[in-house]
Structure formats: C-alpha cells, structure tokens
C-alpha cells in the first residue's frame, strides 16, 4: 500500500485552504470537540500557532488523518465476516428456513 499525496487528497477532499480553524478541522474530520482536543493532546492532530495565539490545522494534515483513518478500517473490513447486522442470532431461522430445532428434527 503506498501512501498518497496528501496534497492532492486534499483538493479532492474539498480542503481548499492551507490551514482550518479548530472548529472547521473538527468538522471536516467529522468528530466533536473534545475529541479533536484529545487527539491534539495526544499528538495525532498537528496544529500550528499563528502570532502567539490563533491555533490552525493545516489542511494536508486533515487529509492525512482522513486517509489514515480509511485505511486503518480498511483490514477490518476485508477479513470475509458479515457486518453485526446481518449475522443471524442462534436459533432464528435463516434463509433456507428452520432453526435448530427443526434442524435437529426436535419440534
């Protein structure tokens, strides 16, 4: 898996600008407030301090956590299971019909 041009992602994601806001970051990465400041505590969201005292997020930085958060998922999803939703409970009778009982010949 390469990694891609962060810079081009970003154009792609919308992110036009070279750096956001912290509410504007928050919003493009689709997480709340508390959230974001956690992940800037901890180091995982970059920000920039411009004279001092306005605290930015450069847009390359939300594209890369954007794909970062993509392709962590990613091996997740490949591993061949059904989602939750449509791994059927024991018991309930599936698509050929009959649950254990019957296919046990108990009734």
């Known amino acids: 898996m390469s990694i891609p041009d962060f810079t081009a992602l970003a154009r792609e994601l919308g992110l036009v600008y070279a750096t956001y806001s912290l509410t504007e ?58 989602p939750k939703s449509e791994i059927q409970r024991k018991g309930n009778p599936g698509p050929t019909g009959g649950g254990q009982a019957q296919q046990r010949g108990q009734l």
Do not use: C, M, N
């Open 25 to 82: 970051a928050f919003k493009h990465l689709g997480i709340k407030r508390s959230y974001g400041f956690e992940l800037i505590k901890r180091g995982d969201l970059p920000t920039v301090t411009i004279a001092d005292k306005k605290v930015v997020v450069k847009g390359i930085d939300i594209a890369r956590l954007i794909w970062q958060r993509e392709h962590r998922d990613a091996p997740k999803r490949s591993r061949g299971r059904p």
